[in-house]
């Protein structure tokens, strides 16, 4: 998966590589499914959901320039394999998940993984952030928003990244956000398609 669906494509950031070689992926990929855990593309996990596409993992990690010391907000918890790989990468991570089954799911394959020790997972509409842990260092978004949510943009830290899929429901530019100075610049990265950010900020 790493060798060739990741680094032939480009992507040579070796902490974001190791940390998807030794994260078990079948692990938070459920059992009807994990013939596909290694596949170059996104896997169903329930609920309308997927676990993304290895490669997106990758890149939307590498995005967020993490070097150990940061606090970062997980949008769109899943499973819990994208929160697995920044805590990998970070001092904390916080993992939202607006679906209190996915929810449940992400904190026992974390914990299977043994990944848990410093993610944590909340049930909450993520599309408003997490803000008593407020601010964030980093924010990643795992799912489509209509507009970048403004609390995302307040809860993140001056100097901070975020990265964020917008768009409408069929296709989205990945965004990557910096906050500098009390101002913000955005760049795009490619065009991606995410299932929809639930929530207030999101599409109801």
């Known amino acids: ?29 459920p059992e009807p499914r994990r013939a596909s ?39 769109g918890c899943g499973s819990g394999y994208h929160a697995a790989v920044l805590g990998a990468l970070a ?42 842990l407020a601010p964030y260092d980093a924010i990643s978004v795992a799912a489509a928003a209509p507009a970048t949510p403004q609390p995302l943009l307040d809860q993140l830290n001056d100097p901070g990244r975020l990265v964020i899929p917008v768009g409408d429901l069929f296709e989205q530019e990945l965004l990557i956000i910096e906050k500098s100075g009390g101002k913000t610049h955005t760049r795009t990265v490619t065009g991606v398609r995410f299932v929809p950010l639930r929530g207030e900020h999101g599409w109801r």
């Open 1 to 29: 998966m790493v060798e060739c669906q990741i680094r032939a494509r480009g992507l040579r950031d070796i902490r974001v590589l190791d940390a998807m070689a030794r994260i078990p992926r079948e692990e938070f990929v």
């Open 37 to 75: 855990s290694y596949s170059d593309e996104p896997v169903s996990i329930g609920w309308d959901q997927t676990i993304s596409q290895p490669y997106i993992v990758a890149l939307m990690t590498a995005c967020l320039h993490l070097e150990g010391r940061e606090m970062v907000l997980e949008v």
């Open 91 to 132: 001092r904390r991570v916080v993992a939202v998940e607006i679906l209190p089954e996915l929810a449940a799911m992400a904190e026992a394959n974390l914990a299977r993984a043994g990944c848990a020790a410093n993610v944590s997972v909340v049930t909450a509409d993520g599309s408003q952030g997490y803000l008593p």
